[in-house]
């Protein structure tokens, strides 16, 4: 009866705001960005950096760390690899909340955008990183949390539209396919 009813209403009104992913922006002055070459994946002295380069590089970036190897930080003496080059303007958006594989389609090609004028971005990357806490993995199978519960992947896509695809997982789990 009215119970019942009051109930769906209560669940149906909380799981919409639950499921309502929360989206935050935010501009990066004067950040020191790697330079890629789309066929370098291993990177060359004093022309590009290397996919585990840049892997790091964003770790520090989207942890906030500073990158300007100050003896006295107590967080972080890490600095940008080489070579790399200073980028007076860079957007970040976080998207949190659970999201379905169409969405981040749809977020890949919205990218996109920024390869045309007037931005020309010379390349951009999209992490996508599963609930530490998960309890699946890669290929449905059970997801150990251990130490950190890494469960995420990240595209690296450059004006060419070649990619880069970074997958990481936890030391227990199965590989991605």
């Known amino acids: ?29 004067d950040l020191q960005c790697p330079v890629l070459q789309s066929n370098e994946l291993q990177g060359k002295p004093e022309e590009s950096c290397s996919t585990e380069e840049l892997f790091e590089w964003l770790g520090a970036v989207l942890s906030q760390v500073s990158l300007d190897n100050k003896s006295s930080s107590f967080l972080s003496t890490y600095c940008c690899p080489q ?26 090609e919205q990218l996109c955008c920024y390869f045309g004028e007037p931005k020309l971005a010379h390349w951009l990357t999209l992490t996508v990183h599963g609930f530490a806490d998960s309890p699946v ?41």
């Open 1 to 29: 009866g009215a119970e019942g009813s009051t109930l769906m209403s209560y669940f149906s009104k909380n799981q919409i705001q639950a499921l309502k992913p929360k989206i935050t922006f935010s501009t990066l002055r």
């Open 83 to 108: 070579p790399n080059t200073m980028v007076e303007k860079a957007f970040l958006c976080t998207i949190t909340g659970f999201i379905i594989p169409e969405k981040i389609i749809q977020l890949l």
């Open 137 to 177: 993995s890669w290929r449905e199978n059970e997801h150990g949390f251990h130490k950190g519960g890494e469960n995420l992947y990240n595209f690296v896509i450059f004006r060419n539209l070649d990619y880069w695809l970074q997958m990481a997982v936890g030391t227990h789990d199965d590989c991605p396919p």
